[in-house]
């Protein structure tokens, strides 16, 4: 078998789909690229069990923020993206008092940043790294982020807006197809890499966050949502135990 994340299957996927017994597809989007008879199933992609699952309430309690404003999320994945940083960085001091922030930077940039804006955040809410993101997902209203396979994943079953900012240099562009499938299901805005210094990303995904357009995408999420099982790692789980069953592998 194989899984495939992205919108846009990778070489060995186009390769290899025709010749396995199942292709499991984070996005139903990647069938179009697969030859006919490909044996697929639109399964999403596995996040942890515990995304989606705290409360609103749950997620400001913990990050200890105020329930009547908007809060931002921003994500540049394990390793943080200095691109966002930077663009965020900039823009910081004109934060609107309507928003608030979760910041993850990544391992590298966070010393730096914590010298330059930690004593203007709350405590907890600027980190390198969160073991429990499963409650700034429930905190947020709108997210900043790459647009990685997982990442959009999280994002869907958290129920996420988002604003993209793709990696340009990602193997086959495959976060920027991963953002304009996001942005097509209405689900997602973009901002492309090399606008991230002239664009204001706070300030816009505050605008977002404030407005019916939020809403809308949380709305296109849910919809997005009941096209696929509610739990992937659960699906591709049972499907391959009946694969193993039918070649006799498994009593």
């Known amino acids: 078998v194989i899984q495939e994340q992205n919108s846009f299957p990778g070489?060995?996927?186009?390769?290899?789909?025709?010749?396995?017994?199942?292709?499991?597809?984070?996005?139903?989007e990647a069938l179009s690229h697969l030859k006919p008879g490909v044996k697929a199933v639109n399964t999403g992609n596995p996040v942890r069990d515990e995304i989606g699952l705290p409360s609103r309430e749950e997620g400001l309690a913990h990050f200890q923020l105020s329930s009547?404003?908007?809060?931002?999320?921003?994500?540049?994945?394990?390793q943080g993206s200095r691109s966002i940083n930077n663009s965020v960085l900039k823009d910081f001091e004109n934060l609107s008092s309507e928003c608030q922030l979760i910041?993850?930077?990544g391992q590298s940039d966070f010393e730096s940043i914590r010298?330059?804006?930690?004593?203007?955040m709350e405590d907890g809410t600027l980190f390198a790294f969160h073991d429990r993101i499963e409650l700034a997902y429930a905190a947020a209203d709108i997210a900043i982020a790459r647009a990685g396979a997982l990442t959009i994943a999280e994002l869907l079953v958290s129920e996420t807006p988002a604003l993209l900012a793709p990696y340009p240099h990602?193997?086959?562009d495959h976060q920027t197809k991963n953002a304009?499938?996001?942005?097509?299901?209405?689900?997602?805005?973009i901002v492309e890499d090399?606008?991230?210094?002239?664009?204001?990303?706070?300030?816009?995904?505050?605008?977002?966050?404030?407005?019916?357009?939020?809403?809308?995408m949380r709305d296109a999420i849910r919809k997005w949502n009941y096209e696929r099982p509610p739990r992937a790692s659960e699906t591709i789980c049972r499907d391959l135990v009946k694969l193993l069953r039918e070649r006799g592998k498994l009593s």
Do not use: H, P
Not at 115 to 120: C, L, Q
């Open 68 to 78: 009547s404003k908007k809060t931002i999320l921003i994500l540049g994945g394990s």
């Open 194 to 216: 090399r606008n991230l210094n002239s664009e204001n990303l706070i300030d816009k995904a505050c605008q977002i966050a404030q407005s019916s357009k939020c809403i809308e």
């Open 11 to 28: 070489l060995t996927t186009r390769r290899y789909a025709n010749k396995v017994d199942r292709v499991y597809l984070g996005f139903g």
């Open 170 to 172: 990602a193997a086959g």
């Open 103 to 105: 910041w993850q930077t």
């Open 115 to 120: 010298d330059k804006v930690g004593d203007r």
């Open 180 to 189: 304009q499938m996001s942005l097509t299901r209405g689900v997602a805005e």
